[in-house]
């Protein structure tokens, strides 16, 4: 059974789902939710699935004390979900390839420092984009930078607001992403 961990920042929809899917799988199981904000909606919905949960400061991240906690776990695949700060070089380099994102636009477009949430759907509208999707990536040193595991695009129409792209990005990220981390686990990536 492969060990998924997650990290996370916000409400936690993703996590959630990726909890879900695994639950009953016999690819990989949610070993534990690692946040930086005490208040993240995902730490109350990992306790409701009896995941662990594990909080910890941005300086707790850059100094090496997250990546000793994520040792403990022996992760086979880290996955940030809605994660928003830089993810340190410690753990990128003592999992490589390992640590995978999924970001609401088709990258490269949308991507790197301060592009989250509905600033993405703003900046697709504002644009007059015709598509827009998800990536799901490897992480590396640079915001939004590793390389592309699997794109999924969808219309976007004159009328759409940044809401209704919310919307439509949000129905991608939970079909596709427990999928993707399932292959990535099954090797079939």
């Not at 403990?72 to 995978?100: C, R, T």
């Not at 427990?178 to 292959?183: A, F, G, S, T, W």
């Amino acid at each position: 059974m492969k060990k998924i961990l997650i990290f996370a920042s916000g409400s936690g929809t993703n996590a959630e789902n990726i909890i879900k899917y695994f639950k009953n799988s016999s690819t990989g199981t949610v070993v534990a939710v690692f946040s930086n904000n005490s208040n993240a909606g995902v730490l109350d919905k990992a306790k409701k699935l009896t995941v662990p949960t594990d909080i910890f400061s941005k300086e707790d991240l850059n100094s090496g004390k997250v990546l000793q906690k994520v040792i403990q776990f022996q992760p086979d695949l880290i996955v940030l979900a809605g994660f928003l700060l830089k993810f340190p070089q410690d753990l990128i380099e003592a999992y490589p390839n390992k640590v995978v994102n999924i970001h609401p636009a088709l990258l490269p477009k949308f991507g790197g420092k301060g592009m989250y949430g509905m600033y993405i759907h703003l900046a697709v509208v504002d644009n007059k984009e015709k598509e827009t999707g998800i990536t799901i990536h490897y992480v590396n040193e640079n915001y939004d930078e590793g390389a592309i595991i699997f794109q999924k695009n969808v219309a976007v129409l004159g009328t759409d607001t940044p809401e209704v792209v919310a919307e439509k990005i949000h129905e991608l990220e939970q079909k596709y992403f427990p999928e993707i981390i399932d292959k990535l686990l099954l090797n079939k990536l």
